[in-house]
C-alpha cells in the first residue's frame, strides 16, 4: 500500500526540492578544495551513519570514487523501521555545509527535521543509492527500487554509479547546475553526505500519517517514508 503510494511520486518533488534549496540558501561559507582537480586517480571514502530524529539507526558506508563514477558503494545500516523501504541518497550542495543537519536547522521548531530543512547542512539530492536502473535524481523517491530493511538492517551494494550533471547544486554561473565533473569532485574531496529516509515515529510499524502527517515532498506521502533517519559525511581517511 505504502509503496505504491511513494512510487506515485512523480518528477513534480524533484523540481520543488530543488527550487527550495536553491531558494533557501544563503551566502554561506563554503571553502573551496582543489586538491583533486583533473585526478583521475580513485579515491576511497568512508562514513559512519548516526542516527536523525531519534531513528535509532546507525551503520557504515564506503566508496570508491574515480573520475565521474561511483566505483563502488556499499552502505551496512541497522536499527531501521523493519521490513520497510529506505530511501537512501548522496546529498551535497556547493553552497551546503557539507555535514549532517542538527536541530538548529529546525525551522518550524516542531522538535524533528524534515528532508527540506535538513538540505542547508547536506544539500540537495545528487545520487540515488538504489538497488536497479535509474540512479539520478530523479529517483530520489522511487522507494520500490530502495532496499527493505529486513529486520531492520541491510547490507546494499552496487558498483558503477554515473555522476550526472544535477541542477539546484548552488553552483555559480550555470544556473545552480553542477556538472558530473563539478559534482564528482566536490564528493571526491570529502563534501558529500550520505543520507537514509524512512523512520516509524508512533512505532506501528509502517509509514503512516499517524503522528506528523504527509511529507513536505509530496502531500499524498507520509513524512515517516520521506523524513531522514540516518547521515554520515562521506569522508577520505
Ligand atoms: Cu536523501
Redo the contacts with the bound molecule.
Keep these: 500500500m505504502k509503496r505504491n503510494s511513494v512510487m506515485a511520486l512523480g518528477g513534480s518533488a524533484v523540481i520543488l526540492l530543488a527550487a527550495t534549496t536553491f531558494a533557501a540558501l544563503p551566502a554561506q561559507a563554503h571553502t573551496e578544495k582543489n586538491d583533486t582537480k583533473g585526478s583521475d586517480k580513485n579515491v576511497t571514502l568512508t562514513a559512519t551513519l548516526t542516527q536523525l530524529n531519534g531513528s535509532g539507526a546507525s551503520g557504515t558506508a564506503k566508496a570508491v570514487v574515480g573520475n565521474k563514477m561511483i566505483k563502488q558503494i556499499e552502505v551496512h545500516a541497522n536499527g531501521l523501521t523493519p521490513d520497510a523501504p529506505h ?5 551535497y550542495g556547493q553552497q551546503a555545509l557539507n555535514e549532517c543537519p542538527t536541530l538548529a536547522l529546525d525551522r518550524n521548531g516542531d522538535g524533528r527535521l524534515t ?1 527540506v530543512e535538513g538540505i542547508p547542512a ?1 544539500g540537495p ?1 545528487v545520487v ?1 543509492l538504489n538497488t536497479t536502473g535509474d540512479t539520478t535524481p530523479a529517483s ?1 523517491l522511487a522507494v520500490d527500487r530502495f532496499p527493505v530493511a529486513k529486520d531492520g538492517s541491510y547490507d546494499y551494494k552496487r558498483k558503477n554509479i554515473k555522476f550526472t550533471d544535477v541542477a539546484g547544486t548552488g553552483y555559480p554561473g550555470n544556473g545552480g547546475t553542477g556538472t558530473a565533473k563539478d559534482i564528482a569532485e566536490s564528493i571526491r574531496d570529502g563534501e558529500g553526505v550520505l ?3 524512512g523512520l516509524d515515529y508512533n512505532g506501528n510499524g509502517i509509514y503512516d500519517l499517524g503522528t506528523v502527517g504527509a511529507s513536505e515532498l509530496n502531500p499524498n506521502l507520509p513524512a515517516e517514508a520521506t523524513d ?1 533517519a540516518a547521515c554520515g559525511v562521506l569522508e577520505r581517511r
Design positions: 530511501a537512501q541518497h548522496i546529498h528532508t547536506y539530492v540515488s530520489f543520507v537514509i529516509h531522514p
